[in-house]
């Protein structure tokens, strides 16, 4: 499927947000109704300001009374209106108006769409700024439609600001899928154009529909994370991106970071004990909380560097074990622990291995932080929250918690943390096997030795052997 040349093209090649809403203004085939809830007609007026909107604006709807907007678009089971039941239903309304009322009159010439927003602005820094965004489309007169679905979060603390971001987000969605459907890179490139850095996080991007087939949206959120438009997407164990916030609700946590190249025996083992000291710690039943894998993508900044069907078998094979997968660009523990914060406020765990207790309390991770490593410990560490810690066991030697000894400086406040069993062994060095790391497996399979399937859950031996992942060698085939 070729994208269509945006007309005017040639004349005014500056992307701005006007530009941009006048080139769908002067396109005789768009035509569509805009209906947003929560932050104002932010998108309709753009393509108002932009002039010849008559030629692209059927209608613009703002129901923000709930009677009135229930009225329109029936009651949601759950009685919220910023969520993706409230925005589909409004995609389908409004775009099977458009066909109902319209479709007889100038079907034959015209691609029919539908824009629709539910957000939450707000200014206060403790309530979260978020809504769902959406289109509804067609790409060829009487064909058939397609969707696009974001769910975002804004940064900006002033409601003006968040409301003008979101009027340009959903310009460049529109503009975006009307002209650019070539390539993912390339479609979510257009979808974030001229929004300022931090002032957008997208968390979840779906498409749906014969002309977006070719995408795959797995990749597309891994773009968004790669491109540091999205801090974290989630996969649930059936490899569906889900939204954090959705999943996360009021549950404990416990997260193991790894980079799973491949996941080994060992982290199940660390994960199967980390649940249960976190169930003991809380007293907490097994649907009271979600253990989550998760690994970071820094390596994805640079192009040349991703392997992207390996990065999705490596989330299928965690995926395949039944577990929730997070894929991160967070670097630190601290920030893992803030973007969780936002949806749950019950406890969350980290589960570490021993030699990672030297880089928590390195301060030259937090010299970004004006109250360095005090700051750091301080935003990961709370009665809340807690560092697990398993044994890290080779043939020589165990470290666990009491043979980590920082810095002088450092030291009271690491005895603080353990006397208030912040920080805490999950396992002692008499109740493992040794601790086999992923570099080792990775090691074992490049030299083409077999030893390693014995080492890696069974699920995950034959998605390496079958997809010859890891540059696997034929004697260990």
Same mark, same amino acid.
């Given at each position: ?55 692209t604006v059927a209608l613009t709807i703002s129901a ?168 974290a997407i989630l996969f649930d164990p059936q490899m ?13 946590? +416990?997260?193991?970071? %790894? *980079? !799973?190249?491949?996941?080994? =025996?060992?982290? #199940?083992?660390?994960?199967? $004990? ?43 094979? +965690?995926?395949?074990? %039944? *577990? !929730?997968?997070?894929?991160? =660009?967070?670097? #630190?523990?601290?920030?893992? $622990? ?23 309390f390195d301060a030259n991770h937090y010299a970004d ?18 560092? !697990? ?89």
């Open positions: 499927m070729k994208s269509k040349t945006p007309p005017t093209a040639g004349i005014q090649d500056k992307r701005t947000t006007v530009n941009k809403a006048l080139r769908i203004n002067l396109d005789g085939e768009r035509y569509g109704s805009f209906a947003e809830i929560g932050a104002g007609q932010e998108v309709a007026r753009h393509f108002f300001n932009a002039g010849k909107a008559s030629q923000y009374d709930m009677t009135f907007s229930d009225h329109i678009y029936g009651k949601e089971s759950s009685g919220r209106y910023v969520c993706e039941s409230r925005l589909l239903k409004m995609l389908k309304h409004e775009y099977q108006k458009l066909e109902d009322r319209l479709g007889t009159a100038r079907g034959d010439q015209t691609c029919f769409f539908a824009f629709a927003s539910t957000v939450a602005t707000s200014a206060d820094p403790k309530k979260q700024s978020h809504g769902w965004v959406g289109l509804r489309f067609q790409n060829k007169p009487r064909g058939p439609y397609n969707d696009i679905i974001l769910h975002v979060r804004m940064k900006d603390r002033q409601r003006l600001l968040q409301q003008e971001t979101l009027g340009i987000l959903g310009v460049n969605l529109c503009y975006s899928a009307f002209y650019f459907l070539n390539n993912g890179p390339e479609f979510i490139s257009q979808i974030v154009d001229n929004i300022k850095d931090d002032s957008l996080v997208i968390d979840m991007i779906q498409t749906t529909g014969p002309d977006v087939e070719k995408f795959d949206n797995r990749l597309l959120n891994i773009e968004l994370v790669r491109t540091g438009f999205s801090e569906k991106v889900v939204t954090i916030s959705d999943a996360v609700w009021n549950k404990a946590i +416990l997260v193991q970071r %790894g *980079h !799973y190249k491949p996941i080994t =025996n060992s982290h #199940l083992d660390i994960l199967k $004990k980390g649940c249960h000291q976190l169930k003991s710690d809380f007293k907490l039943r097994d649907n009271q909380f979600l253990p989550i894998l998760e690994f970071n993508t820094s390596k994805l900044q640079s192009k040349e560097q991703i392997d992207e069907q390996e990065y999705l078998l490596r989330i299928e094979s +965690l995926c395949g074990l %039944g *577990h !929730y997968v997070l894929v991160s =660009n967070l670097d #630190l523990f601290y920030k893992i $622990k803030d973007l969780l914060r936002k949806s749950t406020n019950k406890p969350i765990a980290i589960v570490v291995a021993a030699h990672h207790l030297e880089k928590i932080l004006s109250g360095g490593l005090l700051e750091g410990l301080g935003r990961l560490l709370d009665q809340e929250t807690r560092l !697990y810690v398993y044994p890290d066991k080779t043939e020589e030697i165990c470290l666990t918690t009491k043979s980590f000894f920082p810095k002088d400086n450092l030291s009271l406040i690491y005895q603080y943390f353990l006397k208030q069993s912040w920080v805490s062994d999950i396992a002692g060095c008499d109740e493992i096997e040794r601790h086999w790391h992923s570099d080792e497996i990775f090691a074992m399979i490049q030299k083409g030795q077999t030893q390693w399937e014995k080492l890696v859950p069974p699920s995950v031996k034959e998605i390496i052997k079958k997809n010859k992942m890891f540059r696997l060698k034929k004697s260990g085939s």
